[in-house]
Every structure is written in structure tokens, then in C-alpha cells.
């Protein structure tokens, strides 16, 4: 069966300091990779997507993830956590050949400390 | 432009009771969606639609129906509403585009609550 597995409930992390938050998936073929952060009371906001090349791909808000093929993972990650990237973190895949059908994990809750 | 939007934000029924939601996107958006949101469960797709007039189940289908009659707007409803379906409601949208790489772009939320 096709799944995403965020392996970590919760992050904590101090202002200042690297994050990185988790994602491994389980698709078959080349999937498309994505991830979302919702805030409080909001919907889902689009961050970062691989679709093919560098294996480094950098999005919105400073954040970038790393695409590794052999171990099938996606990790989001920032260099210096702000107070402010604190929310819920989506990680989600399309299969190449899967239609419209988008699979999303079930979610990292980020908390920055100041 | 307002993106996505939804309406109503929040609404409360009682065991059997119908409603609708509404969905509405000004982007020209080809693909639109509905999710659910639960608890430790992410996302689950329950309809979507590629394009004005046509619709198709998702993963969690049973006990809603969806509509597209005009490409702007994707109503999903529920006819008659279970403690089950408690959950907060998701409309989104994406461009079209054969490969699926396309982001998609989401609505606040509808946080439904049936008694």
C-alpha cells in the first residue's frame, strides 16, 4: 500500500537553531514530493515541491527539504528556526503514474522556543 | 484575488440533518478538491473534479456527493449528516496539467460538528 509516514507527533527546537522535520514515503514509481505548513485556524499553504533534478530544493520562508531516492525520504529543513515557523507541518507525495490522488502524511507539529 | 474560499466556517448539525458546503476559487483553476481533516490522520481525499461538469470519488466517498456546475465553484454535501463526519473540511485547487506536479492551493476550512 502507498503511504507518507511523519515519524515524529512533535518538534522541538530552539530559536536559532537547525530543524529538521521528517518524511518517508512508500509509493511505487518516481512520486512527486511536497510539503505544506498550516497555521492556527487556516488551511494548508504550499512550501516546497521535487519534482526532478537537484536533490536540494529550496522553498518559501527559508525552508528547503533534501529528496533521497534510496532511502525513499523528503526532510524539511531550515537552518535557523524562527518562533514564527511554529505550526503543522504536511508532508504529501503524488505518484507519477497516480492520477490526482495526493497522499499525505499525517503531520509534524513544529514548536520554536524562544 | 481571494484564492479559495469557503463557506460556511464553522456549523453544528444534529444526526440526519443535510447541509451543504460550498467551495469557491478565483484562480481559473481546471482541478478542484475536498478533504477531510482528522486528528493524526492528515488529509483524506473524498471527491474531486478535473473540470466543469464532472466529478470523481476519492478515498473516503461514502456519505457525500459533489457537484461542479460551473468551474469556479465545488459544492459538497452531505445528505444526511453521522457523528462520524465530524471533522474540519477542506476545499482545494490546482491547475491542470497531465504530469500532477502542480501544487494545490487550499481554502481555510469548514469546521463541521454533528451532534
Known amino acids: 500500500a502507498q503511504s507518507v509516514a511523519q515519524p515524529e507527533d512533535q518538534v522541538n527546537v530552539a530559536e536559532g537553531n537547525p530543524l529538521t522535520v521528517k518524511c518517508t514515503y512508500s509509493?511505487?514509481?518516481?512520486?512527486?514530493l511536497f510539503w505544506y505548513v498550516q497555521y492556527p485556524n487556516r488551511g494548508l499553504q504550499f512550501l516546497l515541491k521535487?519534482?526532478?533534478?537537484?536533490?536540494l530544493v529550496k522553498g518559501s520562508y527559508g525552508f528547503e527539504a533534501e529528496f533521497n531516492k534510496s532511502q525513499t525520504s523528503f526532510h524539511l529543513k531550515k537552518p535557523s528556526a524562527l518562533v514564527s515557523d511554529s505550526a503543522l507541518y504536511f508532508c504529501a507525495v503524488r505518484p507519477y503514474t497516480g492520477g490526482f490522488k495526493t497522499i499525505f502524511g499525517a503531520g509534524t507539529r513544529l514548536f520554536v522556543k524562544a | 484575488n481571494a484564492g479559495v474560499t469557503q463557506t460556511p466556517k464553522f456549523r453544528v448539525l444534529k444526526t440526519g440533518q443535510s447541509m451543504t458546503l460550498l467551495c469557491a476559487q478565483d484562480m481559473n483553476h481546471e482541478y478542484m478538491y475536498w478533504y477531510r481533516q482528522d486528528p493524526g490522520m492528515g488529509l483524506r481525499l473524498i471527491h474531486y473534479s478535473v473540470g466543469e461538469g464532472t466529478t470523481a470519488k476519492g478515498e473516503v466517498p461514502d456519505g457525500y456527493n459533489v457537484s461542479r456546475l460551473k468551474k469556479q465553484n465545488f459544492l459538497l454535501g452531505l445528505e444526511s449528516a453521522a457523528p462520524s463526519q465530524t471533522s474540519v473540511y477542506f476545499c482545494?485547487?490546482?491547475?491542470?496539467?497531465?504530469?500532477?506536479?502542480?501544487?494545490?492551493?487550499f481554502g481555510p476550512g469548514t469546521r463541521l460538528t454533528v451532534l
Open positions: 521535487y519534482i526532478t533534478g537537484d536533490n
Open positions: 509509493v511505487s514509481g518516481n512520486p512527486y
Open positions: 482545494a485547487s490546482s491547475p491542470s496539467g497531465t504530469s500532477g506536479s502542480n501544487e494545490q492551493f
